[in-house]
């Protein structure tokens, strides 16, 4: 529905004309409303509706007998997952706790899961806590990786899907320690890796 346009109609049964007010509410994730300029009309047009002007559209019908009356209407845009990690690198050392972060936006709502540099799937359990929270069409995903050890470190996948598309990043988690090769301690980071081998021409 993105980018398309519709008219929102307020139709009022009155001996006396009413006056019409639009009003429209957003809800942000700071949590608050914000009211902007009210519109008098029996029609609000609304042109390339883009996920920013989702939210509640209060209508409210008065004239000179009381009381007011209102109308609440809710607008959903749907588009597909967009999705970004705020911190792509983490440095922890082993025997810590390491969480990973990754924002959402979507409409309709999203199924969200991690990856590990396997392609597992990862569960909550005694390795991982995974959760989420929504925020209207926002939400953020996290991953808890408990008692990092050697073969912890790597790539980490946040993948999001909906109905309209799908979308993925990565976080890296890596130690204090680097060797040559991207291995880390005597693990290493890349397990398919191999370094070229060096060939000397003939004499």
């Known amino acids: 529905m993105s980018q398309n346009s ?16 639009k009003r429209f509410s957003v809800l942000t994730v700071q949590r608050f409303i914000r009211f902007v300029d009210n519109y008098s009309s029996e029609t609000l047009p609304l042109y390339k509706i883009t996920r920013q002007q989702m939210g509640a559209y209060l209508c409210i019908a008065s004239n000179e007998v009381p009381p007011a009356v ?3 209407i809710s607008l959903n845009v749907n588009f597909a997952p ?41 569960l909550n359990g005694s390795k991982h806590v995974v959760n989420e929270r929504r925020e209207s069409y926002h939400v953020h995903m996290y ?14 996948k946040c993948i999001s899907k909906n109905s309209l598309g799908a979308a993925e990043s990565t976080v890296r988690i890596y130690g204090p320690k680097v060797a040559s090769f991207g291995a880390v301690g005597s693990v290493p980071l890349f397990p398919d890796y191999k370094p070229p081998i060096e060939t000397r021409g003939s004499h």
């Open 6 to 21: 519709l008219q929102l109609v307020n139709k009022t049964a009155n001996y006396t004309k009413p006056t019409l007010l």
């Open 70 to 72: 209102s109308k609440r």
């Open 82 to 122: 967009t999705i970004h990690a705020p911190s792509q690198l983490l440095g922890a050392p082993v025997g810590t706790d390491v969480t990973l972060e990754c924002k959402v936006e979507a409409y309709p709502n999203t199924m969200n899961y991690w990856e590990d540099q396997r392609s597992t799937i990862l």
């Open 143 to 156: 991953l808890t990786v408990l008692n990092l050890t050697l073969r912890d470190y790597g790539v980490y």
